[in-house]
């Protein structure tokens, strides 16, 4: 989750919503991703999105299923299709997303996936807090 | 939807799951996707998410708030993740998909994000039947 949140602050450093993801396999990071949603103005370029299409690069292989999916913040209703279709073996998010995280939609994630929640999370959520308080100056 | 399908029909020649996307605004197709998992190896390839990035490149505008997407097949959960934050004017589909279309967990689209199904639906489920059923031989 270190390195998650290092993916987040630059996102932060980029104006972008601080969010941050790695892909990690067999204790090797083999993809990273940060949130650009603003500057490659694509509602898909979310951190989870980036780390999962850049660690299927690396290994080769669509299904992610020995990977565990690390991200400072819930993930939504989008990242979480898309870690099912890799069909990851773990997901764990920092801070909860109430409004539009995945969870309230229910079982989104792939049944093989194990989701664990509130790993750092304070530090995941403070550096959202400082985004957006900043925005609102 | 003709365009969706001569999308999918892309797909199809290129031995990917036959789903193809278009999305239109101001009666114009702005982007198009075909189904790529297998090419790019990369679950993230959707059809839609293909389009839907294409389109916002063109627009030079993440969302897509006066365009429709129309899809061969019932979007799944990830794609209809992706169109509720372009916060599509609308979403058409062709053949439901009942197993792994995003219908079954409620509501995911964007409140303003209008929803039709079933158009051309025969001709959309038919490239698919054909295509399993060929990779079933």
Not at 39 to 60: K, P, S
Not at 63 to 70: A, I, K, Q, V
Not at 94 to 112: C, D, I, N, S
Not at 117 to 131: I, Q
Request: net charge positive; charged share 25%; proline share 3%.
């Amino acid at each position: 989750m270190a390195q998650a949140l290092a993916e987040a602050e630059k996102a932060f450093a980029a104006d972008e919503i601080p969010i941050g993801a790695v892909v990690v396999f067999e204790n090797q990071i083999i993809g990273r991703g940060y949130n650009q949603t603003e500057r490659l103005r694509d509602v898909t370029a979310h951190a989870e999105m980036l780390a999962l299409t850049a660690a299927a690069n690396y290994l080769g292989n669509k299904y992610l299923s020995d990977c565990t999916l690390y991200v400072t913040i819930e993930p939504c209703v989008m990242c979480a299709g898309a870690s099912y279709w890799a069909q990851m073996k773990a997901v764990v998010f920092g801070a909860e997303e109430p409004k539009v995280g995945f969870r309230r939609h229910g079982a989104l994630l792939h049944p093989r996936t194990k989701l664990r929640g509130g790993v750092r999370a304070e530090e995941c959520a403070a550096l959202m807090r400082k985004f957006f308080s900043l925005k609102r100056k």
